[in-house]
């Protein structure tokens, strides 16, 4: 007897997933078919499938009841009404000073943390391409739009080049008034940084740089490509610590284009190290 669990039970519903679905089956004949799905009944859209479910279901205990039972993550969807260079970068800093504080308390609270599982804090940044995309402009002519990971990196290279970069942003989210606002005129930070307010901004930019980018002043930041971990590429500010790791398919022409895009990156040789 066959025992075949289905994890993304919905995946099959398409006829793109047939082929998937009839080699569950199949495995499943002389024994017990377990799917189980967040979004089974959006999927099972024609007749066929929702009859075959129908009969079949044992648990009916969809994603919104399970996210208003607490097992959801909490997330914030937060679109930027200005898609511009100064509205992005205010928005990374006041990023930066949102992950600056919950690393601010779990530090405070580690050892009551540490019992209950709770890692320090991780901060993801996920873009498209490495390389950049061919756009054409209005006019029919073709430019390459920079790469996501290349504006981001360049925006830290000027954020830990010293205090002047991040400031007047740092001023406005300590008086409460960020400015980046919803479509609805609402200020989105407004109240959310009650951690930080016993800083000045010269303060909070020194002790960003101590928890964030682990450094104890500002630098160049340094991107090394890790040869023994391949696809890695190790960032620092100076000769400091390494505060985060790049996971690319072509990490040497990434390292090659922060090069000659920004004089306040630097490319060091390899050493040879493990993985971050």
Not at 118 to 142: S, Y
Request: net charge negative; charged share 30%; with cysteine.
């Amino acid at each position: 007897r066959t025992l075949v669990m289905v994890d993304e039970g919905h995946r099959g519903s398409s006829k793109v997933d047939g082929q998937w679905r009839a080699i569950r089956e199949a495995l499943a004949q002389r024994g017990f078919l377990f799917e189980y799905s967040a979004t089974l009944e959006q999927a099972a859209k024609g007749k066929e499938l929702r009859d075959y479910y129908a009969r079949c279901v044992f648990i009916d205990y969809s994603y919104p009841k399970f996210y208003k039972d607490g097992y959801g993550k909490h997330h914030r969807i937060l679109n930027l009404v200005r898609d511009t260079a100064e509205a992005r970068h205010d928005y990374l800093v006041a990023a930066l000073v949102a992950f600056h504080q919950q690393v601010d308390v779990f530090e405070r609270g580690e050892d009551v943390l540490r019992v209950h599982n709770i890692e320090r804090p991780l901060m993801l940044f996920a873009g498209r391409t490495v390389t950049g995309e061919t756009k054409k402009d209005e006019d029919k002519l073709e430019k390459v739009e920079e790469a996501d990971i290349v504006k981001l990196l360049r925006f830290f290279a000027l954020f830990v080049s010293g205090e002047d970069a991040a400031r007047p942003m740092l001023t406005d989210i300590l008086r409460g008034k960020p400015g980046i606002l919803t479509r609805e005129q609402i200020d989105l930070f407004a109240s959310y940084f009650p951690e930080v307010q016993e800083h000045d901004a010269g303060a909070l930019y020194k002790a960003m740089l101590r928890r964030v980018f682990r450094t104890a002043a500002p630098g160049k930041l340094t991107l090394e490509v890790l040869k023994d971990a391949p696809g890695e590429v190790g960032v620092r500010v100076g000769d400091g610590e390494f505060f985060a790791v790049i996971n690319v398919g072509k990490p040497d022409e990434l390292a090659d284009k922060l090069e000659k895009a920004d004089e306040r990156i630097r490319i060091l040789p390899t050493e040879f190290r493990g993985g971050l």
